[in-house]
């Protein structure tokens, strides 16, 4: 069985940071690529970063420079850590993996950004 819980989230001032940490259990962890998705109030899901077994990464355009998705096989664990955060990135953020259709999800952790 599949597991994926998130944490880390928390509110921040503008230019401020946050580490989110996602620790994945069962099988997932052999999935080849694992994500991060996030979802404003109102507004469609989107992929922020995801990174592939042999650590490439990709990033969205609105958080490249800004964010850095990394893992750690020995912890079973994938992290996002936002620099810089802005109004704008507040959102639930969610850990995804099951690439390409991702069909595992966490429960989603809570950053928000005050000006």
């Known amino acids: 069985q599949v597991h994926l819980e998130e944490s880390g989230g928390g509110s921040v001032q503008a230019g401020g940071s946050l580490r989110l940490s996602c620790a994945a259990s069962?099988?997932?962890?052999?999935?080849?690529?694992l994500g991060w998705y996030r979802q404003a109030p109102g507004l469609q899901r989107e992929l922020v970063a995801t990174i592939s077994s042999d650590g490439t990464t990709t990033y969205s355009d609105s958080v490249k420079g800004r964010f850095t998705i990394s893992r750690d096989d020995a912890k079973n664990t994938v992290y996002l850590q936002m620099n810089k955060l802005k109004p704008e990135d507040t959102a639930i953020y969610y850990c995804a993996g099951g690439y390409p259709n991702w069909k595992y999800w966490g429960q989603g952790t809570q950053v928000t950004v005050s000006a």
């Open positions: 069962g099988t997932i962890w052999n999935t080849n690529v």
